[in-house]
């Protein structure tokens, strides 16, 4: 079985910063795309930020020059820095990872059980 377990959630003023964690276990043959999403109340689940096995990034315009995603393939942990936070970013997020699990032989897609993200004075 697979797990991703995220951490690093709370509360926080705005301007502060946040660095959210999650680390994929298991029966993990490899991970090719690793992210993260969020869900507001109300709201549709959407893509913050996702990084490649080689690196590359892509993120949503809201978070840009904000928010650094980045991952350790050998920990199979992917973070999420996020600075200068707004009440517009509090949401559940929710880590997302693309990869193949040996034990179910089978390639899908993953997730945490999303951590809370509240910004607020």
């Known amino acids: 079985q697979v797990q991703l377990v995220e951490s690093g959630g709370g509360l926080v003023q705005p301007g502060g910063s946040l660095r959210l964690s999650c680390a994929a276990s298991?029966?993990?043959?490899?991970?090719?795309?690793m992210g993260w999403y969020r869900q507001a109340p109300g709201e549709e689940r959407e893509l913050v930020a996702r990084i490649t096995s080689g690196g590359s990034t892509n993120y949503v315009d809201s978070v840009k020059g904000r928010f650094t995603i980045s991952r350790d393939n050998a920990k199979n942990t992917v973070y999420l820095q996020m600075n200068s936070l707004k009440p517009e970013d509090t949401a559940a997020y929710y880590c997302n990872a693309d990869l193949y699990d040996y034990s179910a032989q089978k390639h899908g897609d993953y997730w945490g059980q999303g951590i809370q993200v509240t910004v607020s004075s």
């Open positions: 298991g029966s993990i043959f490899s991970i090719n795309v």
